[in-house]
């Protein structure tokens, strides 16, 4: 769990570093242990108002695609900079309208153990194809739970971050 402090500090350096054309919003920076995404919103694409969803949604995913050849080269400037600055490896994403494109993210192992009643949960979905492997079943149970329980994770995240910061005040060790 990082800091207030810590990740103020990051979205300050992010704002200055990156170049205004790609802030159509400001950006949005998620940190873990291993990682900092950069999330960039970019401008919409201009259809008309009757545009159908399909060509709406290959506009975005083209616009996605140039945005990151256009821009691969400073890219790597700054997340160099910043994986030293930060000692995190740095991925980046692409917000247009509603379509999110990630790219050179992180996929961190992560070991847990699972009793019996879990792991039949897992095979189940590897079984039924929706997927491959029990790593990528875990992986999409994880996404479900995100998706569902966004909400009450934030609430926790919130709550989680105003104990560090109470603790961070406290008496020194």
Known sequence: MITQDVQDRLEGWFAGRLPEAWQDAPATITVDREEI?????????GLTDDASDAARAEAREGRARKFREETREARIEIAQEAERR??????WAVR??????????????VMTRLRQPQRLVLDTLVEAGVARSRSDALAWCVRLVGEHEGDWLTELRDA?????DVRSRGPAA
């Not at 995404?37 to 694409?45: E, K, R």
């Not at 247009?96 to 192992?109: K, L």
């Open 37 to 45: 995404t950069v999330s960039l919103a970019i401008a919409d694409v």
């Open 86 to 91: 930060y000692e995190h490896a740095i991925s």
């Open 160 to 164: 989680m971050a105003s104990v560090a």
């Open 96 to 109: 247009i309208g509603d379509h999110t494109e990630t790219w050179t993210s992180v996929a961190t192992p």
